[in-house]
Nanobody
Framework: QVQLVESGGGSVQAGGSLKLSCSVSGYTGSSYCVGWFRQAPGNEREGVAALNAGNDYTYYTDSVKGRFTISQDNAKNTVFLQMNSLKPEDTAMYYC????????????????WGQGTQVTVSS
């Protein structure tokens, strides 16, 4: 059973930055994907970024390209989402998720999910 724990959320003014962390445990292989998703009230869950832990392939949704960066630490058990130039529309609950095959922004490609961390951006 893979477990994921997010941290790093909070409140920030527009233009500010936050760095989210996703601690991954319970899987010993080298090839897997970790995705960051977000969901605002009344909206569907949206894929924001994804990383293949084995080959460093990354995916970003268009609205965050140039502002968000996904990365992993050397031990490959923590995945980060550096969020710069934050906008009020980035306000949402952010979740990290784990999948074995496709590093995409599709919810269906991920099997395990964390509990989420709230990000609030004020104007």
């Amino acid at each position: 059973q893979v477990q994921l724990v997010e941290s790093g959320g909070g409140s920030v003014q527009a233009g500010g930055s936050l760095k989210l962390s996703c601690s991954v445990s319970g899987y010993t292989g080298s090839s897997y994907c970790v995705g960051w998703f977000r969901q605002a009230p009344g909206n569907e869950r949206e894929g924001v970024a994804a990383l293949n832990a084995g080959n460093d392939y990354t995916y970003y949704t268009d609205s965050v390209k140039g502002r968000f960066t996904i990365s992993q630490d050397n031990a490959k058990n923590t995945v980060f989402l550096q969020m710069n130039s934050l906008k009020p529309e980035d306000t949402a609950m952010y979740y990290c998720a784990w999948g074995r095959k496709y590093c995409s922004g599709s919810v269906g490609d991920y099997r395990y999910w964390g509990q989420g961390t709230q990000v609030t951006v004020s104007s």
